[in-house]
């Protein structure tokens, strides 16, 4: 059955640098969307991407479906504690339902 | 707009126990799901419904039962509890079939078996 990946498992970083995780199916994708999770909280919606190559921008967050659809990144720039939290994405293979990845943590030491 | 309603929020059972974890949603989506989450594991999908009167299975049924008699409300029974039973769960729901359309998540229900 289909497979997403997620790496890095957990990231740690200081606050205002960088951060990315990647995400990688086992099958290509007809979209992909992310969630967020803060700790103790529930997953938060934030994009769904549907076009190979596709980028999309939220303030500080940049996402990008890859040109097989196959994978996908978030990339935060300048992390802010406010971005403390699991990352997830989840893939459509055309099938019914999607497939969550096992998500990366990220923390922000201020 | 509540939104996604789950309860309880915690619940410790014992080995072979029954019990319903609800959910209700007042936002008229059709698609509805349970989802497990353990530990590195991400969230895996159990059962889901299209629509009224339609379930279906997900990556991981067994154990677990689901009924869809309205839109708004999509219960999850345990028949007889295992500890590896024990996890987060969480409802969400979605305008549409989930395809293209965000998944809004209850609050969660954290569950014990011993």
């Known amino acids: 059955g289909q497979q997403v990946m997620q790496i890095p498992q957990y990231q740690h970083v200081q606050e205002g640098e960088d951060f990315t995780t990647y995400c990688n199916s086992s099958?290509?994708?007809?979209?992909i969307q992310w969630y967020k999770q803060r700790p103790g909280g529930h997953p938060v919606f934030l994009i769904q991407?549907?076009?190979?190559?596709e980028v999309k921008k939220q303030k500080r967050l940049t996402f990008q479906f890859g040109e097989a659809k196959k994978n996908s990144s978030l990339h935060i720039t300048a992390t802010q504690t406010t971005d403390v939290g699991t990352y997830f994405c989840?893939?459509?293979?055309?099938?019914?339902?999607?497939?969550f990845g096992p998500g990366t943590r990220l923390s922000v030491l201020p | 707009n509540a939104g996604v309603t789950q309860t309880p929020k915690f619940q410790v059972l014992k080995t072979g126990q029954s019990m319903t974890l609800q959910c209700a949603q007042d936002m008229n989506h059709e698609y509805m799901s349970w989802y497990r989450q353990d530990p590195g594991m991400g969230l895996r999908l159990i059962h889901y419904s299209v629509g009224a009167g339609i379930t279906d299975q997900g990556e991981v049924p067994n154990g677990y039962n689901v009924s869809r008699s309205t839109t708004e409300d999509f219960p999850l029974r345990l028949l007889s509890a295992a500890p590896s039973q024990t996890s987060v769960y969480f409802c969400?729901?979605?305008?549409?079939?989930?395809?293209?359309?965000?998944?809004?998540f209850g609050p969660g229900t954290r569950l014990t078996v011993l």
């Open positions: 991407l549907v076009k190979s190559g």
């Open positions: 099958t290509t994708l007809s979209n």
């Open positions: 989840a893939g459509d293979n055309y099938g019914q339902n999607f497939v």
């Open positions: 969400a729901s979605s305008y549409s079939t989930g395809k293209g359309n965000e998944q809004f």
